[in-house]
């Protein structure tokens, strides 16, 4: 199946800083691509809707101007977390699409951030 | 708005015994519905999905689910469990023009007694 993964797998980053995580479909193109925020044994929380060449559709609740995402290419998605603080600690996954409704989402194995 | 439940927080069972991890949701009308498997380090992998059709979907690992349209419910099913099925499992929904996107349960965590 196809395959998609995220860069880096885990990160330590100060208070204040902003930190970039990349999620990559190897083997196929994504116009779409998700950005999930995972707390500790819980579910997965869809935070924005990343589209190629245009603006992300952001969630409920999720600012925009802290979570930063660019869908540069068909296959490259990144989200930015800026002036990142504790409680933006988590584990974020990506997930794109293949082509069609519904078709199979293949997810990243995520990245887990851990502001300090 | 949709919601998905899944009642069951974890769930312990013996290897070789069956197993059922239950699933609900909320909507108006037939959603799309899949079930998702996590384990540690790994992405979440598909394991069935059902879109219409016949209300019993077979998917990977022996699993199995089945839609049930009066209880609003898809429970997951494996008539006997592996040690390697450990893992957390999700269920989630997809809605007509959605646009791909996914609802998700809180999630059952299951343990596998050897």
């Known amino acids: 199946g196809a395959v998609v993964s995220q860069h880096p797998s885990w990160v330590i980053c100060k208070s204040g800083t902003s930190v970039k995580i990349e999620c990559r479909s190897l083997?196929?193109?994504?116009?779409?691509m998700f950005w999930y925020r995972q707390f500790p044994k819980q579910s997965l929380m869809l935070m924005a809707t990343s589209n190629e060449g245009s603006k992300a559709t952001y969630e409920q609740g999720v600012e925009k101007d802290k979570f930063l995402i660019n869908h540069a290419s068909l296959t490259l998605s990144t989200l930015t977390v800026t002036s990142a603080h504790p409680e933006d600690s988590s584990f974020y996954i990506c997930?794109?699409?293949?082509?069609?409704?519904?078709?199979?989402?293949?997810f990243g194995p995520g990245t887990r951030l851990t502001v300090l | 708005a949709q919601s998905v439940t899944q009642p069951d927080i974890h769930i312990t069972v013996s290897e070789g015994a069956s197993l059922e991890l239950r699933c609900n949701y909320s909507?108006?009308?037939?959603?799309?519905l899949f079930w998702y498997v996590q384990s540690p380090g790994q992405g979440l992998q598909l394991l069935l999905k059902y879109f219409s059709g016949d209300t019993l979907v077979q998917g990977i690992k022996g699993f199995e689910a089945e839609f049930k349209r009066s209880q609003s419910s898809f429970n997951l099913r494996k008539p006997s469990v592996h040690w390697s099925d450990a893992a957390e499992y999700f269920c989630a929904v997809g809605l007509t023009g959605g646009g791909n996107k996914l609802t998700f349960g809180t999630g059952t965590q299951l343990k596998v007694e050897l």
């Open positions: 909507y108006g009308a037939t959603p799309y």
């Open positions: 997930s794109a699409p293949t082509s069609g409704l519904y078709n199979e989402q293949f």
């Open positions: 083997d196929f193109q994504a116009t779409t």
